[in-house]
């Protein structure tokens, strides 16, 4: 069955991991490295066969914590390599002492975003705070520079997520896989008012990723009644499409037409901003819209 396509399309949530192990040292967070970045690596050449066979012209490449944790250097090669068709996102300590200087180096390597993976992420330090204040020189640096931030944690630390956006209401958050709420009850979704309670903070943004589209449907959820509840609290301007490829499992192609299918009752407006304009809005390094390669 052929689901209703957008005129383009950008992937805002995509991981790669080098076959040079020397060149490339895996030092994941927490000690232990992801099953998917040992099991199926993607490196960035691999990822633009992906890509070009699912028909996706560019994609975020964001650094994949568990398997390099700051150490963004490949992200920051592939970048290098194909700045047509990629974008960098970095990750940082949040509260360490030289974070100011390290967004400040990464961004000057020609990548457009940052990362917090904190609060909630079995692989993160479950001590840790997003709003710890001896992070506020990061976010300031953030704010300062103008970065978009993709926050991961869980819907335990919305509080601490909440906090930030209130104090640092000019940094646009983007939160990925929505914090996984937990979706099993259905609409009106109340197991996931904490989340939608966020709505007032217009610098809050969204990653609808693979993980998104396949817990919408489980017990009374649909996934029709997910994206509507979502884009009506929200606005589809707010959020970007993320497949999470390679670390949810199933080929960029399938990925993406999971995504398709899991989007067809929606208007092709709303189906344009999910798919390239937010993703666009956040990082102008994307380009407008028929700047594809």
């Known amino acids: 069955m052929t689901f209703p396509k957008p005129t383009s399309i950008i992937d805002l949530h995509t991981h790669v991991i080098a076959d040079d192990h020397d060149a490339y040292p895996p030092a994941p967070l927490a000690g232990k490295q992801s099953g998917w970045s040992l099991e199926r690596p993607v490196t960035y050449p691999a990822m633009l066969r992906a890509m070009d066979e699912a028909g996706i012209d560019k994609v975020a490449l964001v650094q994949a914590s568990t398997c390099y944790g700051h150490d963004n250097r490949y992200v920051a090669d592939s970048v290098a390599a194909r700045p047509d ?3 960098g996102v970095y990750s940082i300590g949040l509260t ?4 100011p200087e390290r967004i400040t180096h990464w961004h000057g390597r020609g990548l457009h975003g940052m990362r917090v993976f904190i609060a909630g992420h079995t692989a993160a330090d479950h001590g840790a705070r997003l ?4 992070g506020f020189p990061a976010w300031e640096r953030a704010q300062e520079l103008n970065i978009p931030v993709c926050v991961q944690l869980r819907a ?19 939160l990925d896989h929505f914090a996984r709420p937990r979706l099993d009850d259905g609409p009106p979704y109340a197991s996931a008012a904490n989340l939608f309670r966020l709505a007032r903070h217009a610098n809050l943004f969204f990653k609808l990723t693979t993980h998104n ?3 919408s449907r489980e017990g ?12 009506e609290v929200f606005g589809a301007d707010r959020i970007a499409w993320g497949s999470n490829f390679p670390a949810s499992g199933g080929s960029l192609t399938s990925l993406l037409d999971e995504a398709l299918e899991a989007t067809a009752s929606l208007s092709a407006e709303e189906r344009e901003w999910i798919f390239h304009r937010t993703a666009r809005a956040l990082y102008p390094a994307l380009g407008a819209a028929g700047e594809n390669a």
């Open 85 to 87: 068709r990629f974008i």
């Open 96 to 99: 360490d002492d030289d974070a």
């Open 131 to 134: 709003d710890d204040p001896r």
């Open 156 to 174: 335990d630390g919305l509080p601490q997520l909440e906090n930030i956006l209130e104090r640092f209401p000019k940094v646009r958050v983007l």
């Open 213 to 215: 589209v396949r817990e």
């Open 220 to 231: 009374a959820a649909t996934q029709a009644t997910f994206l509507r509840k979502v884009i």
